[in-house]
């Protein structure tokens, strides 16, 4: 007979066999049981205790060596010595494998500023080195003497700061304050911002900080209460008499401002520096050097960076005013982010990859295509637009001439350029294939993406995804940093995905269709053309 004791919550129930006479042929029947099976724990004993050792003995010496490597680095490591960002240099592309993708997609040195993962073009990470310094530099630059000459070493160097003590060279700029460079506004923008109605200073004011320091934002960390004060700030803006207030300097202003609200430590140090004639200027002007220092960032020129801001503005005031699409499905925005690795130097990255994916995605960003209409024309009258797509078909018209095979016979045509913007709330977009035959084979061949974000820091997310396969479950991290540009082939490849963005995530995409496919596409009906001017 079994008896089951009864359960308790501290003890599991148990099964018990009791003894009872006269002999009971159940209980006969489970001892006969137990007895055949006497063996069954002693073999399993031994077979955990020899298997490993006769695998072990099984393995290669690599597979040894590869099972006994301690901490084994599962990323690239972030680079802070601004000196190791110099690895962008000749022998750092030469000891690039160029015999095609590698296994493993974080393996892939994404470092440099140009990827090539595929076998069928060796020549072409040259050939679109030069491609890139012209791209980011437009006339090329100083001290490339021609075709073959510019490599990663002539670009110019990463801006990784890692300590926030301002350097003496900022510091020296303030205190003798003739407030050179870009990065402080000009005259005309102070005086505008002087004497616009937004009343008083953009850093937020103590009464917004004391607000938020008791708000009821549970948890204020220090995340969330940087986000309130984006709000207050925006909403203060929003409400603003500054007439198309998405002015350069307005925007920049709080772009710096929703950057970063200056720590206690920051603000102390502010106020006891020997910033001297410290007004409140100097002050916030010094806040947004920090905020600049503490975000991975490019040293573009000041011609590139301004290029770049001007975008930046043009896709925030198309937003503004109001051109932009949502596209479904849209989903619970606020999903944690997976692994975040900073990918501190700026990155033209052509990957080539296979998998297909199907399905559709959570979608959460705000877009528009330019369709001629907007204020005042053409995208020949948004002349950053028209120099980014002039600029992207020169690489590409590179990139086709290197013989790229999947693009052998395609009569490649641009598309108009989408902007979009990722409200910083947490949007994201999950995993998709840009074309594919799932999506309606909407005729994309290559998409490319200039990233507009100039004060990013790593906790603000949003990275761009890559995956290798669809069993890829790492994938490859590329942060959306001022002035980077990023290239892939999308048909039927390189899935990828948007991870959570935590500030206004801005940039431009420029696809490139397959003419014919598109002809094609546009002969019919208006159903035809579903999916081709679409999001993502
Ligand atoms: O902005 C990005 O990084 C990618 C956006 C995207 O995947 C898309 O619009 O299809
Ligand atoms: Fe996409």
Redesign the pocket.
């Known amino acids: 007979m079994i008896h089951q004791n009864k359960p308790s919550l501290d003890q599991p129930p148990t099964l018990q066999i009791s003894n009872i006479s006269p002999p009971n042929p159940d209980a006969d029947a489970c001892t006969d049981v137990i007895n055949s099976i006497s063996w069954l724990p002693s073999v399993v004993y031994w077979t955990l205790v020899l298997y490993p050792w006769l695998q072990r003995s099984s393995e290669t010496r690599a597979q040894a060596a590869l099972r006994l490597q301690p901490n084994r680095p599962k990323r690239l490591p972030r680079l802070r010595d601004p000196k190791a960002s110099r690895l962008w240099t000749a022998e750092a592309v030469k000891a690039k494998p160029r015999g095609g993708p590698s296994k493993k997609s974080t393996s892939l040195d994404l470092r440099s500023p140009i990827l090539v993962a595929s076998s069928s073009h060796p020549q072409m990470s040259n050939q679109a080195w030069d491609l890139v310094v012209e791209l980011l530099d437009g006339s090329g630059t100083p001290g490339c003497q021609g075709p073959g000459t510019c490599g990663p070493a002539h670009l110019p160097g990463a801006y990784d700061i890692g300590s926030r003590v301002p350097r003496d060279a900022d510091r020296n700029r303030l205190k003798h304050s003739t407030v050179k460079g870009s990065r402080v506004p000009r005259d005309a923008d102070r005086n505008r911002l002087k004497h616009s109605t937004v009343k008083g200073s953009r850093v937020p004011r103590d009464a917004d900080r004391n607000r938020l320091k008791h708000s009821t934002v549970k948890g204020s960390s220090s995340h969330a209460v940087e986000c309130r004060v984006t709000q207050i700030d925006r909403n203060r803006l929003k409400h603003s008499t500054v007439k198309g207030s998405f002015s350069h300097a307005v925007e920049r202003r709080v772009t710096q401002i929703g950057s970063r609200v200056p720590r206690d430590a920051d603000r102390n140090r502010l106020k006891h520096s020997t910033v001297k004639g410290s007004s409140s200027h100097a002050v916030e002007c010094r806040v947004a050097q920090i905020g600049r220092q503490l975000t991975a960032r490019f040293e573009l020129s000041d011609a590139q960076e301004a290029e770049a801001d001007e975008l930046r503005c043009f896709v925030l005031s198309q937003r503004a005013a109001g051109k932009n699409a949502h596209e479904g499905p849209t989903g619970a925005s606020a999903e944690a982010s997976g692994r975040k690795a900073e990918l501190p130097l700026p990155a033209i990255c052509f990957l080539f990859m296979d998998p297909v994916l199907k399905g559709s995605a959570t979608k959460n960003?705000e877009?528009t295509f330019l369709d001629g209409s907007e204020a005042g024309g053409s995208s020949a009258s948004s002349p950053p637009v028209k120099e980014l797509t002039r600029r992207c078909n020169r690489l590409l018209a590179g990139v086709l001439s290197a013989g790229v095979k999947e693009l052998q016979g395609v009569q490649v045509t641009q598309g108009q350029p989408?902007l979009?913007v990722?409200p910083g709330d947490g949007a994201r977009?999950g995993r998709?294939l840009?074309a594919s035959a799932d999506r309606g084979d909407n005729g994309r061949v290559l998409?490319m993406?200039l990233?507009l974000n100039p004060f990013w820091r790593e906790e603000h997310g949003g990275s761009?995804r890559l995956f290798e396969s669809l069993g890829d479950k790492a994938g490859t991290e590329v942060s959306?940093l001022h002035g980077r540009l990023?290239g892939f082939l999308c048909k039927d490849r390189c899935p990828?995905?948007?991870l959570p963005a935590w500030a206004d995530?801005g940039?431009v995409?420029v696809w490139y269709y397959d003419g014919d496919r598109l002809t094609e596409r546009c002969s019919g009906g208006e159903d035809n053309l579903k999916g081709i001017f679409e999001?993502?």
Do not use: N, S
């Open positions: 960003d877009y989408m979009a990722y977009y998709h840009d998409t993406i990233y761009l959306p990023l990828h995905e948007v995530r940039a995409t999001g993502g």
